[in-house]
């Protein structure tokens, strides 16, 4: 009697890329949510434009490499993508600057490298790169919170004309923005923090910049929700957060002008939360190994914090995390786990006899 012959693996998990994809992006909603009451709703329309490039962008680039379309399509980490890119953007980033990055991101970064999978920098942190590097001005400048005095929140009629000027409209962007409470942090060279809080409306938050504590809140959350889903491990995202705290106890300089801000701020500012939850967790671009991932995410907390502090940007996720992307193959290379069968794990050159 014949048998039927099969390889291995001959059972299959309940969890699927298309449904990873889709746990990420739910857990990206309060995030979102969050954003859109404290900054107006500039990055929910930047959220729907994005996602409609990222998708033809991705389907473009299949019909040219001759693959179904759909079956990228179905994988949702065109619409992942979109989603990291359009949180980590300004509200108000005008049209043809996320269609640049967008198209970047998902054509360059991703499929250039053969497709999901094989692509060994994070696609959204590389299109965000391209972005501040290349339009600083249009980069660094956020709308204030909501509540901020002296500023209004802008309606949604309002926000889609600033990003798409030829709708109508005559808003003057530079005169509704204002600069993030991390840059206030990093150009600070006379006042003391209490003097920063209470004259620097960026600064107007219990523990972080206005807005910006709630938002990382938000982060933290759907972070958290993917933890208990399983969905990645706990070990990068403790090893960047426990980084960033004891640079930041090391390197506080007290409370004078030259001070980098308290260990709650840095925790509640910028992108720390996204980053360590929804980027560091990346499983592509990022280390395998449960003590590689913790090496990894340490890294990411340690750059995050030596750029913010002493670089020239006010936040510095995106690059920690494409330099550490840089040293992922390494970091695996020595934190091998023993296998079955062998008496030690593999770490870099191990000898035949350890085999």
Known sequence: MALIRQTSPHTRGAE????????????????LLVTTAMFGWGTFINLIWISLIAVGSEALVARLRKR???????????LVTAV???????????WWLTLIGTAFAIIVAKHLYGGLGQNPFNPAMVGYVLLLISFPADMVN????????????LSFGQSLQAIFPFLGGNLDYDAITMATALDVVRENSSLTWSELQATNAALGGTFAGKGWEWVNI??????????????????APVGMLGAL?????????????DTHGTVLFHLL????????????????????SNRGRLIFGAGVGILVYVIRAWGGYPDAVAFAVLLMNMAAPTIDYYTQPRTYGHKK???????????
Do not use: C
């Open 16 to 31: 699927t890329t298309s449904r990873v994809m889709q746990l990420v992006m739910l857990a990206a909603l309060p995030g």
């Open 68 to 78: 179904p379309v759909a079956f990228y399509l179905r994988d949702y980490s065109a």
């Open 84 to 94: 990291l890119l359009a949180l980590a953007l300004p509200p108000l980033a005008p």
């Open 142 to 153: 956020w709308l204030p919170a909501a509540g901020t005095p002296g500023y209004e929140t």
């Open 218 to 235: 938000a982060y933290l959350a759907g972070g958290l929700f993917l933890l208990y889903r399983k969905v990645f491990t706990w070990h």
């Open 245 to 257: 705290i004891v640079m930041s106890l090391v390197f506080k300089n007290g409370s004078g002008s």
């Open 269 to 288: 500012s910028g992108a720390t939360m996204l980053g360590a939850f929804f980027i560091v967790t990346d499983p592509v671009s990022g280390a395998t």
């Open 345 to 355: 794990p593999r770490k870099g050159l191990a000898k035949p006899e350890d085999r």
